[in-house]
């Protein structure tokens, strides 16, 4: 029965200042990553382009340095989405579905809601917004001055966590998104231009 049971029961619900996640994590206006996507032994790598729209919208695009995309995926500020173009061996509900709730994860979609819930564990904040039938998990450490990743779970367990890598200050250097249910991972690491 033990297995049942989540395992944000056992972290400690906490108060701590309602909008810190307003100031911290990623203000991505025009970024450029190197990005490597492998799954289910299948591995893409190419360039993974973030920038806002002068229409306050959010496109990602992935392509391969040649130009030749993979996904262009447009998100609206009051969570529409849409997808603009896709490979076609990459156009599957499934798929679509966990590319955008990795990137409406990594975007902080909720940011400037309050947080439903906020637990603590080791040495960390959980700050918790709900998906539908998902949760997600925004971790920050216990003063709330730096965002450290992100989780998209279901009731019971972490499905997706995000790792936020800093070498400095302002958006991450290195990006980490990996599934647990399943072999699907993407990392990015930011270009210089």
């Known amino acids: 029965m033990s ?21 911290l994590g990623p203000h ?14 299948r591995s893409l790598g190419g360039l993974l382009l973030i920038k806002k729209m002068p229409d306050t919208s959010t496109r990602i695009v992935f392509s391969t ?6 996904f262009d995926f447009e ?21 679509i579905s966990a590319l955008r709730q990795d990137f409406e994860i990594l975007l902080m979609q909720e940011r400037g809601k309050i947080p439903e819930r906020i637990l603590e564990h080791g040495n960390y904040l959980y700050h918790g ?11 920050t450490d216990k003063n709330c001055q730096h965002l450290v990743g992100a989780e998209l779970s279901s009731t019971r367990k972490p499905l997706v966590r995000l790792n936020y890598f800093y070498r400095g200050i302002g958006n991450p250097d290195s990006i980490q998104i990996r599934h647990l249910n399943f072999s699907f991972n993407i990392a990015l690491k930011k270009l210089e231009r």
């Open 3 to 23: 297995s049942c049971r989540s395992i944000y029961n056992s972290y400690t619900p906490v108060s701590a200042k309602e909008n810190c996640l307003m100031e």
């Open 28 to 41: 991505f206006q025009n970024e450029l990553y190197k990005a490597q996507v492998d799954i289910t032994g």
């Open 65 to 70: 340095e040649m130009g030749v995309k993979f």
């Open 75 to 95: 998100f609206r500020e009051n969570g529409e989405f849409k997808v603009v173009a896709i490979l076609k061996k990459l156009n599957r509900k499934p798929v």
């Open 129 to 139: 917004y709900s998906k539908g039938k998902k949760q997600a998990w925004y971790l």
